[in-house]
């Protein structure tokens, strides 16, 4: 095997380097977690980092290489979410100019936070790859050093001090389960942790609307996929790095993909259970874990929960999805007479059963129905999906008729 | 003054009793919430116990105080939420009987919750009063020890245990605020603090819809409020205890009121700022500190984030709410000719503006419009209120009448 980019000493390094400038995040058992995915659950709680992920690790240490000459210059990078806030947050800190372009889709909350940090903001492109092109062209033109999200064994290293800390802190983790976009955060952890224990399995988590590294893995042909909305916009990556393909398909053992709605079951889950908020890339690694149980079944697995940034606007709507598909939210839709009275009986019904009606709309325009007739639909919110049935059955047995 | 019911001893003795069961929980300073309360902010995390509340101290302190034959009959309690969690949790670790009786209307998950400990629930009583009167009747009717919520020196005791570890890890904190229902908690905190460091001040935080513990210390009428709808739910009670009103009368600075908008808008920043979910009670400590800014400027505050227990629903409808008042979430309705091609107008100017549509609906049935005109109504996420208005301006500005 050729030497890697990066090694166990670049990475110890940049431990040194960035202490005291990063939070020294905890890696917790969760109990709950443990007894749902049934496997010994740790999680690594890079949420808690001042900007609210991994990033920052690999952008401070990326600065902290520059000469004096470069610093004075400024930096440039094309980030739609947390490199940017990392390298925005301590290029300011350590009075670095920085310029950041960010595609025009990106999330108000995330331009308004790496402003905030006195970073120049430049919306451009149309999506990751124009952006990019721009931060390049600028870079260029005004003599910036252009600070890669992933592809760069600065960043790698930065990034690989997490599973030094996990480690340190839990020993005897036997897999190690990081989510995947660019791969810059798990070819860090897979040096880190392989060197310090070689029989370790680091393991990959990929939205399968992104799973550039895992066909890179299984050797599957790489067309390139369209562009897709994903709550895992952290992880929303075309194509892999370079530098991190080649440390992945070193040491990786496998890379798993999950679906959305498993990200957004993860991402409640998590919140209910361990009362954090995380993005939808942190739950994409512990849906992976529930989405393949017999391969993990009794294992001490460590769940790299890589950040908490997410819009609130989209973190309401997870929430109402989730209680949606549990059967906590259910819609009705109920072939009622056009008469007084009728949404009063069929409230009463609703109330008697224990449902609670969240909002109500008639529909009198549909073919099918008599003129005198309309369809009532309801939205009820229920204890779990068999309290919904007999929400159900209660009307049912009243006499209306469910469409 | 005369001897106060709880000593220090007791919330000594508690700690000793309890530890290694209860989670040791950290206090953590918060460097954004500083800058925004403008004062230096710690939050001791209670949301992190296994129940998510701080609840489990007094609970499990007066479960260890029974004898071998008050264990073997089982105890009795009755709450709505955290105190039955956390009775339920530790009598089941303890092999001991719990009957838990709560009001009908208690939020679903709650209940859930405290099934699944293993106690008995029993849902009776339309309100706390009611459910408390059926818990007490049992307790006689089958021999169980009654555990009070609040009104009882081992619950405070236990509760009390809190303020030694905040002092123990940020001695220098000059203001504790802790949530106030029926006063346990702060009445074993000021007695903790109080006698650690005598010059500590202590201040409550009620909502205004149940402002009965600041009644008492200010001297007030206490007329009994009507029932309202608070989202601080743990802390909706309109009759502190006896022994929790002597001695936060003797030892409390200052119990402070909180609006409903107040506790939403504390609730929703800490969960963006620091990705941890708090209930309204928590929410309610926060939100005091900014009531009264002047009160607390500069000082060292330690907050008590007393719990973590929200229904997802209600945490996803208190987002939504909050994105509304900040502007980022609007209503604007139009008066628009009912011809083709209206909406798509007006779609595109709004999308031109940068604004997002989330809902839209049409309104035909007013009067005071002309029978060839419609009202039509959009629900829009905006950047900021300032960008709000840069949208209604466009759509004025191409001749829309906004209503």
Redesign the interface.
Known sequence: MPALPVTLKDIQSAAAAINGAVVRTPTRHS?TLSAIAGCEVWLKFE??Q?T?SFKERGALNFLLSLNADQRKRGVAAMSAGNHAQGVAYHAGRLSIPATIVMPVSTP?NK??HTRDFGADVILEGRDLTEASAVAHRLAAERGLTFIHPYDDSKVIAGQGTLALEMLEDVPQLECLMVPVGGGGLISGVAIAAKAIKPGIEIFGAETELYPAMAESLHGQPQAEKPSAQTIAEGIAVKRPGKLTTEIAKALVNDILLVGEAEIEHAL?MI??IE????EGAAAAAFAALLADPARFKGKKVGVVISG?NID??L???V??R??TREG??LTLELAIEDRPGMLAQVAQLVGEAGGNILEVSHNRMMSGISAKSATLILVI?A??SAHGVQIREKLAAAGFRLV
């Open positions: 109990r949420n808690r001042f609210a108000f331009v308004k409640v919140l209910e009362k954090t908020v995380i908490g609130m606007r973190l309401s709507n929430i109402l989730e209680l906590r939210i919110e204890r779990d």
